[in-house]
């Protein structure tokens, strides 16, 4: 069964590096989304992409945050300099949009600043 | 604004049954049901849209009351692989799709 992946499962940074997060959506899926979830606490959405662009991004995405589909495969989240608060589970979904509303979570990057 | 999800937590012995309940003061689109194991990413569960029936595969089903702007999950003769915490994510029917989520209901089932 087709899987959403994302790479690596575990990032450990310090504070004012930058880390880049990656995530190969489900092929042929046409909407991809980046989700963060601090311990503990509920899933927030961070950015919505599709069609090469982002279509909705919350206040949680600010300047130091980009995203990127490079290669038609990959989807990245870019955190330019991270700051302690940053540390959460990232996770990545993706839907097809083709009559299914579906999304289909990966499996988490865990992200730690120090 | 995320919905709202109650109970925040229920134990449950195994057999028995258990209802969670999703809010929301903005009008949905659709509301989506995830169960979230420790340390592990949500896993879909199902859907329900505005306008849909009701679902339901084995012994997990769901409604979707579009006038109250609410949905419940039930679950009945509950199986310990059903512990976990369930999420309900709304969406608002806008181009894009994303999904608002509720803070999450903690639910335990005992031997």
């Known amino acids: 069964e087709p899987e959403v992946t994302q790479t690596p499962s575990h990032q450990v940074t310090q504070m004012g590096q930058e880390v880049i997060l990656r995530c190969v959506p489900i092929?042929?899926?046409?909407?991809f989304y980046w989700y963060r979830q601090i311990l503990g606490q509920k899933v927030e959405f961070l950015v919505s992409?599709?069609?090469?662009?982002?279509?909705?991004k919350s206040e949680i995405f600010d300047d130091q945050f980009s995203v990127e589909r490079p290669d038609g495969s990959n989807f990245t989240l870019k955190i330019r300099s991270t700051k302690l608060e940053d540390s959460a589970m990232y996770f990545c979904?993706?839907?097809?949009?083709?009559?299914?509303?579906?999304?289909?979570f990966g499996p988490g990057t865990r992200l730690t600043v120090t | 604004q995320q919905p709202v999800q109650s109970p925040q937590a229920v134990i449950l012995r195994e057999g028995e049954d258990a209802v969670i309940n999703c809010s929301s003061s903005?009008?949905?689109?659709?509301v989506h049901w995830y169960r979230q194991k420790h340390g592990e990413a949500p896993v879909f569960l199902m859907i329900?849209?505005?306008?849909?029936e009701q679902k339901g595969h084995d012994k997990i089903s769901a409604s979707f009351n579009e006038k109250k702007q609410q949905s419940s999950l039930y679950l009945t003769a509950s199986q310990l692989s059903y512990s976990g915490t369930y999420f309900c994510?709304?969406?608002?029917?806008?181009?894009?799709?994303?999904?608002?989520f509720g803070k999450g209901t903690l639910l335990t089932v005992n031997p």
């Open positions: 979904a993706s839907l097809s949009g083709a009559s299914s509303y579906e999304q289909y």
């Open positions: 092929s042929n899926h046409l909407y």
């Open positions: 992409f599709y069609n090469n662009e982002i279509s909705e």
């Open positions: 903005k009008a949905l689109y659709s």
């Open positions: 329900l849209l505005k306008g849909g």
């Open positions: 994510g709304t969406g608002s029917g806008g181009s894009n799709y994303k999904l608002t």
